[in-house]
C-alpha cells in the first residue's frame, strides 16, 4: 500500500526546512589578508553525510590564505543542497605544526531523512543510484523531503531514461512504506508517469530445500498483481520465504540478483527471477531466560518453551514458545507483558543460541464486575458464580472462558451474544469487566421454534433473561 502525500504538506515541509536553514556568526580571530594559510578543514555535527563529501561541496582549499568571501559562498553552496538545516564556520590561528589556520565547519543535518526508492524500472534500480551519485554526491540512499530537492533528482532520473533510449516524465513523491509509524514509514520514490507494471510470474534459482511451486504458491500470495518495485518485491520475500526457511533451520538465507522483464503477450506484467542462497542449516544452542531473578522460574520457562538442544533451529517453534511464555505471564496479572527471542548465531558452530528476554511489566488486578441484561436473580447467580476476587491478579482471557462456561452449561434460556468489555487502568494498574447478555435475535429465535414444532414434547417457553433452576452454585475457573 502506498500513498501521495498532499502537495501542501510537501510544500510545507520544504517552507519549514528553508526558514530554519541558517547561519551562525562566524568567528575569525585574525585579518582573513593575515597572509598565513589554512592548514586543514574539519566536520562536526554531521550524521548520515560524510565528512568528505561536504568538504568536496564547500570547495574550500588549503594552502591558500583563507578568505570569508569564499567561506561564505561554501555554506550557500551547502544551504542549496537542502540537507542541511543549518550551517557555521570558523577559522582560528594555530601555532604547530606551523603557523597558519585550522579551519572548522559546524552543521545540522535535516530530520527525517527518507529511504530513496525507484519503481518502473525493473533491475535498474543500482544503475539509477549510480547515476544519481555521479550527479549529485550528497546523494547516500536518503534524502529530506523537500520539493526542491526532489524535483531536481527527478529531472535527473528523466536524463538517466532518455539517454536508455526511453524518454519519459519522471515523477517523484512520497510513499508509503506500510509500517505502522515512525519516520521509516516513508520514502522518496521516482517512478515514470504512468501506472507500474504487476508482477505475473516468479521464477526461482538455488532453491534446494523447497520445490518452486511451494515457493511460488507462498509468494504468489502477496506479490501477484501487485504493482513492482525492487525495494517492496525484496521486503514480500523477506516477509512470506524466509520464515519458511529458518522453521527449518536456514537463517542465513537471502535473496539476490532480483531482476524483472515483460511476460511475453498475451500475459500482461513482469516476469521476476529471484537466486535464492540457502546457506547451511543450524542447530540449536543453549535455550536461555533473561528479565527473571528467580532460577526455579527461568528453568519453569525454559521448560514451557520445549526446544531441546542439538535440534534444527526450528524459529516457528521458537515463535510459538514467545507466544507461551507471553500468555502465561499475562495470565498471570502482567497485563503489558512482553517477551522477546534474541538469537545468537555462531557460523562457526553453525550453531543459535535463543534467550527469551522477558518484561512482566506492572501487575494489574481485577477491580469491579457490571453485568448488564440480566434481571436480578440472574445477575446474583452469575456474580456467585465468577471466580474472580478484587485484588486479584488479573487474567485477561477470564471473562470470555467465563461466559462461554455459562452458555455451554445452558444455564440461561434462550440466552443470545454474549460479550465481554475490559476497562484497564495504566496508571492504577487494575481492571474493570462488564458482562454483556442479550436476548436471543430472531434468526435464533426462528431456529429455535423450527427445532420445536419437529420436537414431539417440547418444554414450556420461558422469558428470555430467566434463570434456570438447574444452576451450578461454584464459581467457575
Known sequence: MRFVLPALLVLGLTSAIAQTTR????????????????????????????????????G??????????????????????????????????VAKPKPGYAAKFEVKEVTPLYKVQFAGWPGKDKEIADYLSSRDPLYVGEAP??????????????????????????????VSLGNPTGDAAFAIQFQPDQPLPAVARVDFDGNEVFEEPQLQKSIGMVAYGLPYTEQNFLDMLNSQLKPMYEAKGYLRVHFKDISAEPVPPPVKGLLVHVKIVEESQYKLGRVRVSGIEDDDERGAFV????????????????????EKIKKSI??????????????SINDATKTVDVTFKINRGSLYTFDRLTITGLDMEGETAVRKMWGEKMGDPFNPDYPNHFLAEVKSAGLFDYMGPTKAEVKTDSQAHNADVTLIFLPETQEEKDKRMKKQRRTAGSGPMFTASRFTTSTATGPIR
Request: aromatic share 8%.
Open 23 to 58: 547561519s551562525r556568526k562566524s568567528t575569525a580571530t585574525t585579518p582573513d589578508n593575515f597572509g598565513l594559510p589554512l592548514l586543514s578543514i574539519t566536520v562536526s555535527g554531521n550524521d548520515k553525510v560524510p565528512s568528505a563529501t561536504i568538504l568536496k561541496i564547500a
Open 145 to 174: 523531503p523537500t520539493k526542491a530537492l526532489i524535483d531536481r533528482w527527478a529531472g535527473y532520473v528523466s536524463t538517466w531514461a532518455a539517454a536508455q533510449n526511453k524518454p519519459v516524465k519522471v515523477i517523484g513523491k512520497i
Open 303 to 322: 521448560h514451557m518453551a520445549a526446544l531441546k538442544s542439538g535440534t534444527v533451529a526450528n524459529f516457528d517453534a521458537v515463535n510459538q514458545a514467545v
Open 60 to 93: 574550500i582549499k588549503t594552502g591558500v590564505p583563507p578568505e570569508k568571501e569564499a567561506f561564505e559562498t561554501a555554506r550557500q553552496r551547502l544551504t542549496d543542497t537542502g540537507f542541511f538545516e543549518s550551517i557555521a564556520y570558523r577559522y582560528d590561528p
Open 330 to 343: 499475562v495470565h498471570e496479572g502482567y497485563y503489558e507483558g512482553t517477551v522477546e527471542a534474541e538469537r
